[in-house]
Nanobody, 124 residues
Framework: QFVESGGDMVQPGGSLRLSCAAS????????IDWVRQAPGKGPEWVAS????????HYADFVKGRFAISRDNAKNTLYLQMNSLKPEDTALYYC???????????????????RGQGTQVTVSS
């Protein structure tokens, strides 16, 4: 399972670091994505990281502000979130990638497992 943590309420411009601890499988053998879902909206891909942690991709709306990383020794993924905006408010969860494609700047993925998520609220 995945257990996400680190979500909180912060003011615009603030920072948070989300964690995603995996158990029951070896996370180092999977590409992992962070996905978010705002109230009343569908899931939105945020960032992805490959098994070795040396290749990452980001949605345009978080580039330069968010950073995905992983510690395979701890079976844990992270999402560092800086310069947060009210539109970043959402439930953030990690998802295990079963298929992914990144062509021409367009990323698509399918997932076979996801966590319950952690709530991030950005508000003054």
């Amino acid at each position: 399972q995945f257990v996400e943590s680190g979500g909180d309420m912060v003011q615009p411009g603030g920072s948070l670091r989300l964690s995603c601890a995996a158990s029951g499988f070896t996370v180092s053998t999977y590409d992992i994505d962070w996905v978010r879902q705002a109230p009343g909206k569908g899931p939105e891909w945020v960032a992805s990281i490959n098994t070795g942690g040396d290749t990452t991709h980001y949605a345009d709306f978080v580039k330069g502000r968010f950073a995905i990383s992983r510690d395979n020794a701890k079976n844990t993924l992270y999402l560092q979130m800086n310069s947060l905006k009210p539109e970043d408010t959402a439930l953030y969860y990690c998802a295990r990638v079963s298929f992914s494609s990144y062509l021409g700047g367009t990323y698509s993925a399918k997932y076979d497992y996801r966590g319950q998520g952690t709530q991030v609220t950005v508000s003054s």
